[in-house]
């Protein structure tokens, strides 16, 4: 069975993320009590269900601690289990949150909002330390649609490496495990010809070939991630998101991400995001 976990904060997406995967094939539960999820798994491996997607958060309470446990028991059962984790920054959850004007699952009337979605943080931290994280502050759901696809084709394929490009105008992304800054290097934001383009266009690319210091930071970047991918799969990690930053997120990160795609695809799986362009 392939058994596909979306877990993370209340307001990020899930729901938009579950219903992807029904809607390519699996058999779907929403917010399944962390508890019954072994029971589950083995009634739905019996019935013959080969592709399986369940949504546990907070709402499962006190059991969501034994969820950790529940994974383990399972894998060593030969069930292939992935983790989504969903997350977003706390104002963009509180933006939703209002839009909504739905309560959060940990509202007690003691607690704040914020409150709420700090709490919430802490209580799924374990399980965030497994999964492959989504940031979806700034994300369409069209464009979260697109991600959740992406990541259901490479599951279950060892250590997925995945390459993101983002403005730091916008902040770092949530889910960023190595961050590197290429702000230093030459913008062809300042050259009106140039900046109506992006790092996939021809023109930005031959202008960033042409730069010595583009190309030198592109090999120290890569030389680095070659290192340290090694460390990486002994410490048992799943996913390794390396996240490039420029000041807009448009020409010179896209270029990097890539262009490094593009040298590290041939050896294992591999995701890349556009977070600006998407």
Not at 34 to 51: H, I, N, T
Not at 60 to 77: D, N, V, Y
Not at 121 to 130: K, N, P, V
Not at 160 to 185: M, Q, W, Y
Request: glycine share 8%; charged share 25%; hydrophobic share 40%.
């Amino acid at each position: 069975m392939q058994l596909i976990l979306i877990t993370g904060m209340s307001g990020s997406g899930k729901s938009v993320a579950l219903n992807v995967l029904e809607d390519s094939g699996f058999y779907c539960v929403d917010n399944l009590p962390a508890k019954l999820m072994p029971e589950l798994v083995s009634f739905l491996g019996a019935a013959g269900y080969q592709r399986v997607a369940l949504s546990i958060d907070v709402r499962s309470g006190a059991t969501l601690a034994e969820l950790p446990q529940h994974m383990t028991e399972l894998k060593r059962g030969g069930t292939e289990i992935s983790v989504l984790y969903l997350e977003a920054k706390t104002e963009t959850l509180i933006e939703r949150f209002s839009e909504t004007r739905r309560r959060h699952p940990l509202s007690d009337g003691a607690l704040t909002l914020p409150e709420c979605i700090a709490r919430e943080r802490g209580l799924l931290a374990d399980i965030a330390d497994l999964a492959h994280h989504i940031d979806t502050s700034d994300l369409t759901p069209s464009a979260l649609r697109t991600w959740v696809k992406d990541f259901v084709g490479l599951s279950g394929s060892g250590l997925t490496l995945l390459f993101e490009s983002f403005g730091f105008k916008n902040g770092i992304p949530l889910d960023a495990d190595l961050v590197f800054d290429v702000r230093c290097l030459p913008n062809p934001h300042y050259d009106p010809r140039l900046r109506p383009f992006t790092g996939k266009d021809q023109v930005i690319m031959d202008f960033l070939n042409a730069s010595a210091d583009t190309q030198a930071m592109l090999e120290d970047i890569r030389s680095f991630v070659e290192k340290w991918l090694p460390h990486f799969r002994r410490d048992n990690r799943a996913y390794l998101t390396v996240a490039i930053g420029c000041t807009g997120g448009r020409h010179r990160s896209v270029y990097l991400v890539d262009v490094l795609a593009a040298h590290f695809r041939q050896r294992m799986p591999l995701l890349v995001r556009h977070r600006e362009l998407s």
